[in-house]
Structures are given as C-alpha cells and as structure tokens.
C-alpha cells in the first residue's frame, strides 16, 4: 500500500512528486517543458559516454549526475503542472535506459565487472523492446514502482563507481556492485508487475 501510495496513479502527483515540487520546481522556469528536460537527457547521455571515454571523468560524472536528476524532474513537472504528453510517456524511459546502458557500458565494467554490467543491459534491452511491443498493440505505456527503484538504484551504483574511480576510493568497488545487483534485481521484477499498477 505505502510503494502505491509514493508511486501511485501515472497521470496523479504523488507525495513525492508534492515534495520536489516545494523544493526544485521555483528553480525551472515554467516555460521550460518536460519534453524539453526529456531531450537533455536523450543528448546528454552520449557527451556522458564521450567524456568518461576521453579521460574527462569529472565533467562526465557531473553531467551524469544532472542528468540522472533530470529524470526524477521531469516527471514531476509533467505530473504537477498537468504536462503529460503520449511522447514523453515513450521518451522519457527511453532516455533513462539510454544513460544508464551508456554509463553502466563506460564506467561500471572497469569497476565492477563485466557479467553485472552484460545482465543490466540486457534486462535493459529486453524492457525497452518490451515497452515498445505493447505500444504497437496499442496499450499505454508508463514506468511502474519496481523500475522507479531500479533508475534510482542504477544511478547511484553509478555514482558510486564514479567516486571510487574520481577518488581512489577502492572501498566503494564492493557497495557499488551491491547497488547494481539489487538495481538487477528490481529491473526484473518491473518485468513482471502487472503495468497498470
């Protein structure tokens, strides 16, 4: 009852969405959409990638770390300002995995190991090929609780593979890891939670 509740109805704001919308939404303009926070995200996903890849890991894991934040906001604006659009309801989770298969493919190998990495993208892959499947039978298409968990999960194994690269902090290794492996663990659950919930 209480994961319903903090993740409830896709088009109602939910308590969390009430908090940020106190704390973060005075910061973004209204004229600043969703869609558009969406399409940052969808560019900033490969510079993440090129910039991890090109040794500049300060200014990729800053990007990352925006970027990964920019998903918790765009929904919370589409919600709380009635900006719900049948685009952003495909895009949005499309640019999540997109960050995620990209910086889980540059950063979490090196960190963590190459089977963890093979298992996320490919529940990733499977997720994604999934959601557009249903959108060609016509059902709607919207995150649930379990993959809520998993994008928060996701991004901060990422982040805290990115700390122990950024400050030699080899003692993060093992909690990243664990992060992924329970981010694994709640990608395939949203496979199997009934999608209306």
Avoid: C
Wanted: proline share 5%; charged share 15%; no cysteine.
């Amino acid at each position: 009852m209480k994961i319903k509740f903090l993740f409830s109805a896709p088009s109602a704001p939910t308590l969390f969405d009430r908090v940020l919308a106190v704390i973060f939404l005075p910061l973004i303009p209204k004229k600043v959409t969703p869609n558009q926070i969406t399409i940052f995200r969808l560019i900033a996903a490969p510079v993440v990638g090129a910039l991890i890849m090109l040794g500049y890991i300060w200014w990729g894991a800053a990007l990352f770390i925006v970027a990964a934040f920019s998903d918790v906001l765009d929904g919370t604006v589409a919600r709380v300002r009635g900006q719900i659009t049948a685009w952003g309801k495909l895009y949005d989770p499309l640019a999540d995995k997109l960050l995620i298969i990209i910086a889980a493919t540059v950063i979490l190998w090196r960190v963590i190991g190459i089977e963890i990495v093979m298992a996320l993208v490919a529940l990733e892959l499977f997720i994604i090929a999934d959601a557009y499947r249903r959108k060609l039978k016509g059902e709607e298409i919207h995150s649930v609780w379990a993959g809520k968990i998993k994008m928060i999960l996701q991004s901060f194994g990422v982040t805290l593979a990115l700390a122990a690269e950024l400050f030699l902090m080899p003692e993060l290794i093992d909690p990243a890891g664990y992060v992924t492996f329970a981010a694994i663990v709640f990608a395939a659950i949203s496979i199997f939670v009934p999608k209306s919930v």
